[in-house]
């Protein structure tokens, strides 16, 4: 089955500067890779994802990169905001029915004032 | 997200005791996810339902069951708990939609076995 992993497991920046998290994932035949935002005392809320059709994606201060070829995706924030503070999931999954999405461990971000 | 309720929120029970975490939800999906979360692990599933007849076990199933009283509706039970079930379970939900499919979470339930 398909394995993903993720680095750091933990992420301190100042306010201001980028912060970045890294996947990797080992099923060359996954296509659907999103990204989960969980502050504490909440469920995951997904917050960007992206497709295997795609080499970069972007939302306001969040983007997102895919590389296929070496099986690695990468979630980029920058101007971090302490609100940005939280634990982080990438997920990778064979998009379509009947699929279900393997999440990576998690990094806990810091944005420090 | 309140369109996905989880009950109860904390539990704290002894080894060997039966248990169960309901999850329901007013999004109208078919399809319902168990997950559970440990610091250092991730999010690992449990069990999943497509719909209301349909049960699947996930990586981690032993010492759980599940119950899909509805398509709102999907039960979480620990037959007999024991101390390294204690962890965050999350409930899910989502809509297939075509390639890739959001997955929206309860709030979870903070289970303590000791």
């Known amino acids: 089955g398909e394995n993903v992993e993720q680095h750091p497991s933990t992420l301190s920046v100042q306010e201001g500067d980028s912060a970045v998290i890294k996947c990797t994932y080992s099923?060359?035949?996954?296509?659907?890779f999103p990204w989960y935002k969980q502050e504490l005392g909440k469920g995951p809320q997904l917050i960007i994802d992206?497709?295997?059709?795609?080499g970069e994606k972007k939302d306001q201060r969040i983007a997102v990169t895919l590389n296929k070829t070496a099986k690695h995706f990468s979630l980029h924030i920058t101007e971090t905001q302490p609100e940005d503070s939280a634990v982080y999931f990438c997920?990778?999954?064979?998009?379509?029915?009947?699929?279900?999405?393997?999440f990576g461990t998690g990094t806990q971000l810091k944005v420090e004032l | 997200d309140a369109d996905v309720t989880q009950t109860p929120r904390n539990r704290i029970t002894k080894t060997g005791k039966r248990i169960m975490l309901e999850c329901s939800q007013t999004?109208?999906?078919?399809?319902m996810y168990w997950y559970r979360q440990d610091p250092g692990l991730g999010l690992r599933l449990i069990y999943y339902?497509?719909?209301?007849?349909?049960?699947n076990k996930g990586e981690i199933s032993d010492g759980y069951s599940v119950s899909r009283q509805a398509q709102a509706k999907f039960s979480l039970s620990l037959e007999s708990a024991i101390p390294n079930q204690t962890a965050l379970y999350f409930c899910?939900?989502?809509?297939?939609?075509?390639?890739?499919?959001?997955?929206?979470f309860g709030p979870g339930t903070r289970l303590l076995v000791l």
């Open positions: 899910a939900t989502s809509d297939f939609a075509g390639p890739g499919e959001t997955q929206y």
């Open positions: 997920a990778a999954s064979i998009g379509g029915g009947g699929n279900k999405l393997t």
């Open positions: 999004k109208g999906h078919d399809r």
């Open positions: 099923d060359s035949a996954s296509n659907y």
């Open positions: 992206i497709r295997s059709n795609v």
């Open positions: 339902s497509f719909d209301v007849k349909d049960i």
